[in-house]
């Protein structure tokens, strides 16, 4: 079993940076891929970012890249989503993932999900 926390959220105007951070416990000896969604009231859970057990392969939705970056202290067992230029469509709760099967943007492939930090971008 893996356990995931995220932190890191809070309110931003238009234009502003948030780090998220993403911290497993528990069954950590293995490397897990793990995905960053987000998902915006009344709508569907959406892809974000995600990146490989080593931290060497890294995907993002067209809607983030450029303005978000996915990293990865393995030591920490931290995995961070850097995100830079941020718009008020940004705002969503952003939830980390982890997976045993490799890199995805589909979300069946991820076996433990964290609770959630909100992001609000205010324009």
């Known amino acids: 079993q893996v356990q995931l926390v995220e932190s890191g959220g809070g309110l931003v105007q238009a234009g502003g940076s948030l780090r998220l951070s993403c911290a497993a416990s528990?069954?950590?000896?293995?490397?897990?891929?793990v995905g960053w969604f987000h998902q915006a009231p009344g709508k569907e859970r959406e892809f974000v970012a995600a990146i490989s057990g080593s931290g060497g392969a890294t995907y993002y939705a067209d809607s983030v890249k450029g303005r978000f970056t996915i990293s990865r202290d393995n030591a920490k067992n931290t995995v961070y989503l850097q995100m830079n230029s941020l718009k008020p469509e940004d705002t969503a709760v952003y939830y980390c993932a982890a997976s045993l099967y490799g890199t995805s943007r589909y979300q069946d492939i991820y076996h433990y999900w964290g609770q959630g930090t909100q992001v609000t971008v205010s324009s």
């Open positions: 528990g069954r950590t000896d293995r490397n897990y891929a």
